[in-house]
């Protein structure tokens, strides 16, 4: 453990929370250099919904490793996004009735954050971005100025420009966004007319505050009056987190731009990808670059991922099943401790037991104690959130839901 503390920058975050060196890792289980086993309702960030080396994508990634693969290719024509390319168009976009066309614009989600702003600035002329309260969007300058939570806006170390904010569902009424739409019904309002609206159908940092149907129809509605291109970042709650492939399917609406990394490459590699509309794709050749846009394995596992889990409906609907199981637990958490504040929303499989603020912390470290992985979430910290592998078995999500509920119990009992 010195050696990390030793040579590593201050700046790491997780590793505090969880003071163990992992050496191995199966299913919805991480293990420590020592053996000791912890059931994972992290899933790296929501990077693993397949769950740790997955046998399915592990075979196809070994088996193109010992045929000499191509590993990094830029933007070049290589066989393993000749199938990525065409399992995502048969698979995911054509049954969605979807005609996006696919950028790849580097290895992370805020890569494929900033390619979306930057393409709707493009397309528009115009500068505004509008985000919404308590949002996430990524780390990068771009992506930190359409990012609600202060400590990470601060992190910039220079004024953040470009991008308004408005509240979320929830925070404004329940159906159509209207504090945004009284900005822009009014000459005087001071907003410029946004070159794109970005919104996560799901705040999965911001706390796990779940946006409407009805409202994310209202939204699309509105862009749709005002010109405005809406992004919606799919990146967390996507690739079949909330349960369908899309969280925005639910609410019937088509983005005309859709953000995806994380669980997109399938195995925890890096991946991104923006997806737009066809007359959106206005930039000419090299306008967007990076080295890292062409990593093959991940193109490989992504494929495996897209052909082994979304070919049929099964994985949505087991999502959504255990989803409510999820709920029904966590409700019966709340209502043992009454008097106590929680409360617990989400769907899917992305969950957040609101616990409060300094108390959500004590929780996720008790969690962890009885062998356990979840992270906070929310402005204050002050949600425990779940996000265990879709591939997850019965069994295992039980064993999770109860160290939960020991966890919750004993830090409720000692700050009474």
Known sequence: MSSFSHHESNVRSYSRRWPVVFSRSSGSHLFSEEGRRWLDFFAGAGSLNYGH?????????????????????????????????????????????????????????????????????????????????????????????????????????????????????????????????????????????????????????????????????????????????LIVDDIQAGCGRTGPFFSFEDAGIVPDVICLSKSIGGYGLPLALTLVRPELDVWQPGAHSGTFRGVNPAFVTATAALRAYWQDDALEKSTRARGEWIANALQDIVNAHPGAGLSARGRGLIHGLVVGAGLADAVADEAFTRGLLVETAGPRDEVVKLLPPLTASDAELAEGLAILEASVRGVVERTR
């Open 53 to 229: 080396n997955n046998p399915v994508l592990k075979r196809a990634l070994l088996d193109y490793i010992d045929n000499d693969g191509v590993t990094h290719a830029l933007d070049m024509f290589t066989t393993a996004r000749h199938h990525l390319l065409k399992s995502l168009v048969e698979v995911v976009l054509q049954p969605r009735g979807l005609d996006h066309k696919v950028i790849f614009p580097g290895p992370g989600g805020a890569n494929a954050v900033e390619a979306a702003l930057k393409l709707a600035r493009t397309v528009t002329g115009r500068s505004e971005v509008v985000h919404f309260t308590n949002s996430f969007h990524g780390a990068t300058l771009g992506a930190l100025a359409v990012t609600g939570n202060p400590a990470h806006r601060r992190s910039a170390g220079l004024p953040l420009t470009g991008a308004t904010p408005v509240p979320f569902d929830g925070q404004d009424g329940p159906c159509r966004p209207e504090h945004l739409a009284r900005l822009l019904a009014n000459p005087g309002s001071g907003l410029d007319r946004p070159a794109a609206v970005i919104v996560e159908t799901v705040q999965a940092e911001g706390g796990v505050n779940v946006a409407g149907a009805e409202w994310l129809r209202g939204l699309a509605e509105l862009c749709r009056e005002h010109g405005i291109l």
